[in-house]
Every structure is written in structure tokens, then in C-alpha cells.
């Protein structure tokens, strides 16, 4: 049954999508069944672009690239079946090559078209006539276009094209033309209605439902200037910003509203526990773990991050935090991404703290059997255990604490903002304190850890020459082997990282052990191995050992070294392929060199690259500063997922805003949220409780 006019004018926001179509169908369902349930779930499927559409022109004026509107007539058409799509011996799907000729020239157009339904083939087969619409590509010298969308000409009739080719996303296999029709069939009163259901047209400047029209085409092509265009997605952003600031703030407020166990702080056994340590604390650590103390002295959670470069000494301030919880007879769990740190950060804690009476450590790894860890998890249980170190494992309902005070999280960028609340949800009120050797921007802060207390070390210890970075080109590869060589003849220690453990059949990557056989050879006499994630626990841990004790010169391996392998006599990194890693990936690689009193040199051995990728590498020769370097890789890689859940609750909505594109929107915003909680908390405060209630936050705190 049709909509009436009525119904969609009167839409609002809320309205059922059922109401909004002629009839329903599967299609309707797979929307749907996609989250895409009412007109604002509607509104926010975005296309995919939405671009003016030209006028028709003729063929002389055909350019790669721009998109082509033109007509003429069929001088030559072959379909044939698309290789190997057979349905019961039959062939389902074609391919076709048109010529086209335009009506008033000679001039030729080529078009071709791949996997054509059956009804898509027919019709095209009875065309003579035909508009076709997009864009042209080179291929072998001649310029075509590939799939254009092609309509008959019928009495010089073409279709009711508009002013706009709008496309959108297919959507759990429902296509993006029936979505197109639904909101092109929609009055242009619907959209009115289209307000914030937070209020933000007052703060924003712009009216969220004008934003709307513009995104969707829905206005005259002449009305919408790439100004106009431009303060709609901004607009989009400002509401998708606003959301996610409410979510901190109530994620925020209803933590600390938690009771949290009172760690009282012994400034006598504080500075007794500094005197077990073989250096003196810097300035930065030393105000580190007082701001730490303080927090888990209020009575409610504290939320923490401790942020720093590589080497700043993180882990130490972590310990010295965690050891008057244990001496008042709390549990705290420290979290690492892989066994291999977890397994680093328990000799550490052994051998700088193991004298202390009250410190009763374990190691809970995912490669432990049953045997091992039923023991420790039964200690854990009953308190015996009260400091445990481990990786995903602790995540498992098996792990059981019983009085856990402090939870310690490790390379925060590896997990998501859900793991940290499950951990901390192991204990009633947990402490909760993250430690980040990927330096967090401003920008980013806002955006995702806004709920987060922030202390930043920026110090390194003394004694340190710093690590040059240099990209090792193709023309400079002798010299760079020379050069390690030499490093090796002077007693110093390296690492070569590769991406892969084996050869790759798709992919032409050099590889850990083909270059392990190489480099054995090469760099004899002197001892070689190599590690990777694949190999057995007591493999690992064997290797390991003999390269910190001297015995293993050169280590070949993955991005297993990334954390956890302390070694200050290891002076040089080549990592190879550094266009397939992360900036801020490189950035804590080439921080294993350089711990000690030697200068660490870190080769990025690019080959052959394109300019691009080789300018993008250029950041980590021009600095070390891990802020920099965070910078340059966000804008690269983009933000992933805030929030470790779908932001809007459908799996179908593509984010507009982009803390680093919008970073001046995003500042105003906060500005914005934080007035309306301080000024107007009557206004505020229900906005809390009714995102709370109906995105479900207090269920994941």
C-alpha cells in the first residue's frame, strides 16, 4: 500500500521506515534488518557521492577522468557469457562491448560492461539509441568507460536525469537505486523535520535537516556551492561529535560516581621502594606517580593514561603505583598486547621489586595449558596471587580476583575502550591506569579518551645519544651493509624486521626465514637468528634470552620485537618494506635501539618506492618526537572506531566526522559541551540520562 502524501510530509524523525515506502519487500526488510529502521536512521545513509551532472556533449570533448554525459547510436554491440558463471550448465551473468557513434559526427565512444543480469542483457540488446553516463578510463591506449549507466533514447527522450547523479552504498544486499528512490520520493517538507533531537541547531550555526538536503541532493544543483557543501558536512560532523562527547561525559560521570577503595600513600615506603630502583626517577616520573597516588586517594575510580615516547619509563612509574595497592592488601592485574612483553614486565617486576615480603606475582599467559593456569587462577581467586601480568587471557570469566583494586593496561592502542571496562569490571570500583607509548594528539584525545585523566612524561633518562633514522634506497644498499658490518665488528647488537614469516604467493615480500638463510651467510662469523610469532613459547623465550646475554648478534624477525625486548646493546634496526607499517609502528621499532649508552641507527630499506610512500616515511627521518610522528600517522590511517562499538547503533551509517579534517568543529564542540555542563546543568543533565538509557551506555560500565 502506498504511502500518502500526507504521512511523508508529517514525517518525523522518528517515523517507521515501513511508512515511508510504497509497500514492503525483501528489500525494506534487509534495510531494516540493517538498523536502517526510521527517517533518521534513513537520513544518516549517506551516498557515496553526489556529484552535478553535466550537460550532454560530444565525444571530442570526452577526458579521463571527468565525468561524461553523451548520447548517439549503437554502431556495433557484442555480449558473450562472463567466463565461468555457469547456474545449473547455464550462463547467467554477461559481458558486453558497445561502440557508440554520435548522432551529429563520426566520432566513436567504446563502452563495456561487465557481469549483466539476464533482464539488464535483454534490454540492452534492443537498444539502438542510448545516453550513457560516466567516467572515462585509459586502457591500452584507447579511452573508455566501464560500466557507465546507460538509458535508451527514445525520440530524442532521455531519462528524468535531475541535476545530480546520486549514488548510495549497497546495504545488506539491498541495492543503492532503492534507497536512491525512497528518498528521491520523499516531499521536501519531510526533511523540515529533520531537527537535532540534542538541541545543537542553537550551538551549530546551521540547521541539521538543511544539512541534510545538502548531503542528499535534494536541493537544485545551482543552490548547492562547494561552500554550502562544505558547512553541511561540517554540520553532519558537529552532531556526530556532540553524540560522542555526551557519551564520555556520561561514561565519566556514572565511573566516578562508583566507590573505589581508598589506597592511602606512605610517603616513607614510597621513597624505600624508589631506593630498590637502579636509577634516580626523572622529574616527569616523579610527578607521574604522584598524580597517580592522589587519584587512588579519593575514594571513587581513577581513570588515568600515562602517556610517553618510547623509553621514557613508563612500566617503572606503573610498579612504584601499584606497590602501596599491594601493601594494602589490594590485587592489581598489569595487561600486555603479547607474551613476550608480559613476559618482560614480570622479570622486571622480579628483579627490581622480588625482595619486597608482601609482593606475590604470577604470569597468566593464553599458550599456558589447563594444568598451569588452574593453580594460578585459584590463587587469584582466594588472594594468594596479588599481582598478576598476562595478555587476553585475563579478559576470560575463569579469571577471578578476589579483592582486585588496580588494573594496569599496556600499549593502550591495542585494545579497545570495551576491553578496558570489561578488566576494570572485575573489581568493584577498580582503579584504572593506562599506559600508551603512542603519544596521544589533542585531537584524538577529545575525540576518544575524553573520560581519561591525562599525564604525559617527557623526559627520557639521561645518558641516552638518541636513534637517527635514514630510508635505505636501492643505489645505497651496499653502503648500508657496509655500514652494519662495521657496527657488527665494533660488538654492537641489531635487529632486521621483515612483514612476513614466509614467502608469500600473492605478495612479493621478502621474508623472515628466507632472510634469515641469507643473512647467516652475509653477516658471518657472527651468530644470527631469528623470531617470529609462530614459533613454540620456550623457542622464543630461548632466543631471547641468548640475544640479551650477547649470544645472538643479529636478531630476523616480525613485529614481535615491537614491545617487551629491552636490550641496550642493541644499536641498529633494519626494517624492511617500511611502507606496509604504521608511522607510529616504525616509531616503537626503532625504539628497541638506543636503551643504552651507545646511538641507535635505525634503516628503513624501501627499494623501490612510489614518491608518495616515500614521503610519507620522511617524517621518521626528520624527528623523533612520538607527538610528531602520531600526527602524521593519524592523518594517514584515519581514526578507526572511537568507541569499539558501532557509533550509532547500525551497522550501515558512515561516519562523517574526522577529528583531524573537522579538528576546529570537534574544538568547538567541546568548548560547547563543557559550557552547557558547567552553565545550564537543567539542560544537560537529561541529555546524559536519556543517551544513557537509549544507546545503552550504563550496560558496558
Not at 21 to 30: M, T
Not at 276 to 303: R, S
Request: overall charge positive; proline content about 6%; charged content about 25%.
Amino acid at each position: 500500500m502506498r504511502s500518502s502524501p500526507s504521512t511523508t510530509s508529517n514525517a518525523t524523525p522518528e517515523t517507521p521506515l515501513a511508512q515511508l515506502v510504497p509497500r514492503a519487500g525483501a528489500h525494506l526488510e534487509g534495510l531494516e534488518a540493517a538498523g536502517v529502521r526510521t527517517f533518521e536512521d534513513l537520513a544518516w545513509l549517506l551516498p557515496l557521492r553526489a556529484v552535478p551532472l553535466p550537460r550532454v556533449r560530444p565525444f571530442r570533448d570526452i577526458r579521463p577522468g571527468d565525468l561524461f554525459l553523451g548520447q548517439g547510436k549503437v554502431l556495433h554491440r557484442e555480449i558473450k557469457p562472463a567466463f565461468g558463471r555457469r547456474t545449473k550448465g547455464r550462463f547467467l551473468l554477461h559481458n558486453a562491448y558497445f561502440v557508440v557513434q554520435e548522432e551529429s559526427g563520426s566520432s566513436t565512444c567504446a563502452l563495456r560492461f561487465f557481469n549483466l543480469y539476464p533482464n539488464q542483457r535483454k534490454a540492452m540488446e534492443a537498444w539502438d539509441r542510448i545516453w550513457f553516463l560516466g567516467t572515462p578510463q585509459e586502457w591500452r591506449g584507447q579511452v573508455q568507460l566501464v560500466n557507465p549507466k546507460v538509458y535508451p533514447l527514445l525520440d530524442d527522450v532521455g531519462p528524468a536525469l535531475g541535476d545530480w547523479l546520486v549514488e548510495y552504498p549497497t546495504v545488506n544486499k539491498v541495492p543503492g537505486a532503492y534507497t536512491h528512490k525512497i528518498i528521491a520520493s520523499l516531499p521536501s517538507a519531510a526533511w523540515s523535520q529533520l531537527g537535532s533531537a540534542f538541541g545543537t541547531d542553537d550551538t551549530a550555526g546551521e540547521k541539521l535537516s538543511d544539512a541534510f538536503r545538502v548531503m542528499h541532493a535534494r536541493l537544485p544543483a545551482s543552490e548547492v556551492t562547494p561552500e554550502r557543501r562544505r558547512r553541511a558536512e561540517e554540520r553532519l560532523a558537529y552532531e556526530e561529535f556532540f553524540v560522542d562527547q555526551l557519551k564520555i561525559a556520561t561514561r565519566r560521570r556514572f565511573i566516578k560516581r562508583k566507590a573505589a577503595p581508598y589506597i592511602a600513600v606512605d610517603q616513607q615506603a614510597l621513597e624505600a621502594f624508589k631506593r630498590l630502583l637502579p636509577f634516580t626517577l626523572t622529574a616527569d616520573q616523579d610527578k607521574a606517580v604522584t598524580e597517580i597516588l592522589a587519584d587512588m586517594n579519593t575514594g571513587h575510580p581513577m581513570m588515568r593514561m600515562v602517556q610517553g615516547d618510547v623509553g621514557c619509563g613508563k612500566t617503572v612509574v606503573a610498579m612504584l603505583a601499584a606497590l602501596p595497592v599491594l601493601k594494602a592488601g589490594k590485587q592489581v592485574v598489569l595487561m600486555c598486547p603479547t607474551e613476550t612483553l608480559a613476559r618482560q614486565h614480570a622479570a622486571t617486576l622480579a628483579a627490581t621489586f622480588g625482595i619486597l615480603p608482601f609482593l606475590r606475582p604470577a604470569l597468566l599467559l593464553g599458550s599456558m595449558k589447563v594444568k598451569e593456569k588452574t593453580p594460578i587462577l585459584k590463587a587469584l581467586a582466594d588472594g594468594s596471587v596479588n599481582f598478576v601480568i598476562g595478555t587476553h587471557a585475563l579478559f576470560q570469566d575463569t579469571v577471578i580476583f578476589r579483592d582486585l583494586a588496580l588494573a594496569i593496561i599496556d600499549e593502550q592502542h591495542k585494545f579497545g575502550v570495551q576491553q578496558r571496562l570489561d578488566l576494570t569490571a572485575k573489581g568493584a570500583g577498580t582503579h584504572c591506569l593506562i599506559m600508551s607509548a603512542t603519544p596521544i594528539p589533542r585531537t584524538l584525545a577529545l575525540a576518544q579518551y575524553g573520560d581519561l585523566d591525562f599525564t604525559t612524561i617527557k623526559t627520557l633518562p639521561g645518558g641516552r645519544k638518541g636513534i637517527k633514522t635514514r630510508i635505505v634506497e636501492k643505489p645505497n644498499y651496499p653502503k648500508y651493509v657496509d655500514f652494519l658490518r662495521q657496527r657488527l665488528e665494533l660488538g654492537d647488537q641489531g635487529y632486521f624486521v621483515f612483514p612476513a614469516i614466509d614467502e608469500s604467493e600473492t605478495l612479493e615480500l621478502q621474508n623472515v626465514k628466507d632472510s634469515f638463510e641469507k643473512y647467516r651467510l652475509v653477516l658471518a662469523p657472527h651468530a644470527v637468528a631469528m623470531l617470529h610469532g609462530k614459533m613454540k613459547a620456550e623457542e622464543k623465550d630461548a632466543v631471547i634470552r641468548d640475544f640479551t646475554a650477547g649470544k645472538i648478534r643479529v636478531l630476523i624477525s616480525t613485529t614481535v620485537i615491537e614491545v617487551g625486548i629491552n636490550v641496550p646493546n642493541a644499536a641498529f634496526m633494519a626494517v624492511y618494506h617500511p611502507e606496509r607499517f604504521g608511522l607510529s609502528s616504525l616509531h616503537q621499532l626503532r625504539g628497541r635501539v638506543g636503551r643504552g649508552d651507545k646511538p641507535g641507527f635505525c634503516f628503513l630499506v624501501a627499494g623501490d618506492l612510489h614518491p608518495a610512500a616515500l614521503e610519507r616515511l620522511r617524517i621518521l627521518e626528520e624527528t623523533t618526537d612520538g607527538f610528531a610522528v602520531a600526527e602524521a600517522d593519524l592523518q594517514n590511517r584515519g581514526e578507526g572506531d572511537l568507541f569499539g562499538v558501532d557509533q550509532s547503533g547500525s551497522v550501515v551509517r558512515r561516519r562523517v566526522a574526522d577529528h583531524q579534517k573537522h579538528a576546529a568543529v570537534l574544538e568547538k564542540v567541546y568548548r560547547d559541551v563543557r559550557e552547557l555542563q558547567q552553565q545550564h546543568p537543567e539542560k544537560f543533565d537529561p541529555l546524559l540520562l536519556r543517551l544513557a538509557r537509549d544507546q545503552k551506555i550504563l550496560d558496558t560500565i
